[in-house]
């Protein structure tokens, strides 16, 4: 029989909002999302290489789940700097709902990729790091936190990144699709969906969240590596989250509330509000310009096209034009 949310008196978060939970039997707190038309105007905007865009999508997906946690009003950006063909991702979320991203990549070397079929994450991306940076305004220290990246997915970047810098046991799973819908007389459409899961371990008695140490790769011959028995409750729960299809996390028809409900029922789920998404850019005319003013008159002949400057944002692609004078 079909999971009816009305009948359990739950209102579905719907697309472009973030469904906090909790899973109290297994001391477990997470977040879940469903992105559409943010998600579709951001990568419709840009017009990248399929294999761009959705490396790009999954980096919007985590940072959703990430950057709507922050219980202050502030700014969390996650950032690659590889040496890869996309040298470069940035994804940006200013509190409380407003999510914005872009891409660097040499788009003859991707194209060259995709034609022979090798335009895989890992390679796509190479080699370099990915900085998290949480920003809670002028007179507040960032902190920023930073994962090799030597191959590894997103999700393993989130895990390395929880437990090396806040020692967190977590799990999350990403997914892309792309949604193919045809009216009639007209041929098919293609948009751009996605969804993650981010699951943490949180129990009231600290040792139960103990992790094995991290091997320093240098470790004396004959040494074993430090090994601690998880915690059954952890277990289970990662267990669950493992068996998540991609597809349950791309189509519009399964929202994230019949989503945790197959994946926690038999324990209890317990839904918080849903948190909403907007793509929204922080770019203004007054900002640019404020910027412009700090310029040199050299720097600003050197900028000079026919007497005007014209600065495009990366974000959001607008145009700003200003007389040089």
């Known amino acids: 029989m079909a999971l009816n949310l009305d009948d359990l008196g739950i209102t579905p978060a719907g697309l472009d909002a973030v469904r906090p939970f909790a899973v ?13 038309p943010v998600l579709e105007n951001i990568l419709d905007r840009h017009d990248y290489p399929e294999p761009v865009s959705r490396l790009l999508a999954e ?21 690659t700097q590889t ?27 991707v194209e060259e990729l995709m034609a022979g079929g090798k335009a895989t994450q890992e390679v796509l991306l190479g080699r370099g790091h990915l900085a998290m940076t949480i920003d809670q305004g002028r007179h507040m220290q960032r902190y920023q936190g930073l994962v090799e990246l030597d191959g590894i997915s997103m999700e ?11 020692q967190i046991p977590t799990e999350v799973r990403l997914g892309v699709g792309e949604l193919f819908t045809r009216q009639e007389g007209e041929g098919p459409n293609k948009s751009w ?36 028995d998880e915690d059954d409750a952890w277990v ?19 929202s994230v509330e019949m989503l945790l409900f197959r994946l926690f ?61």
């Open 24 to 36: 109290e039997a297994l001391d477990v707190r997470g977040r879940a999302v469903a992105l559409g």
């Open 59 to 79: 980096a919007i997906v985590l940072t959703s789940l990430l950057g709507t946690s922050l219980k202050f009003d502030g700014r969390f950006t996650l950032q």
């Open 83 to 109: 040496d890869g063909p996309v040298s470069m991702l940035v994804v940006d979320f200013a509190t409380p709902d407003a999510i914005r991203a872009c891409a660097t990549f040499d788009r003859e070397m």
């Open 156 to 166: 393993e970047v989130a895990r390395r990144y929880f437990e090396r810098s806040e």
């Open 193 to 228: 969906t996605a969804g993650g899961v981010l699951i943490q371990f949180l129990p009231e008695a600290p040792e139960r969240m103990k992790q094995a140490d991290i091997d320093p790769g240098d470790a004396p011959e004959g040494v074993s590596p430090h090994e601690i």
């Open 236 to 254: 289970e729960a990662k267990v669950l989250v493992d068996t998540i299809k991609d597809v349950e996390l791309t189509d519009p028809e399964v």
């Open 265 to 325: 029922h038999e324990r209890g789920v317990r839904l918080f509000e849903p948190q909403p998404l907007a793509d929204k850019c922080s770019c203004s005319r007054d900002k640019i310009e404020g910027v412009l003013a700090g310029f040199s008159a050299e720097e600003i002949e050197h900028m000079t096209v026919d007497g005007k400057i014209v600065v495009t944002c990366e974000f959001c692609s607008s145009r700003y034009d200003f007389d040089a004078s």
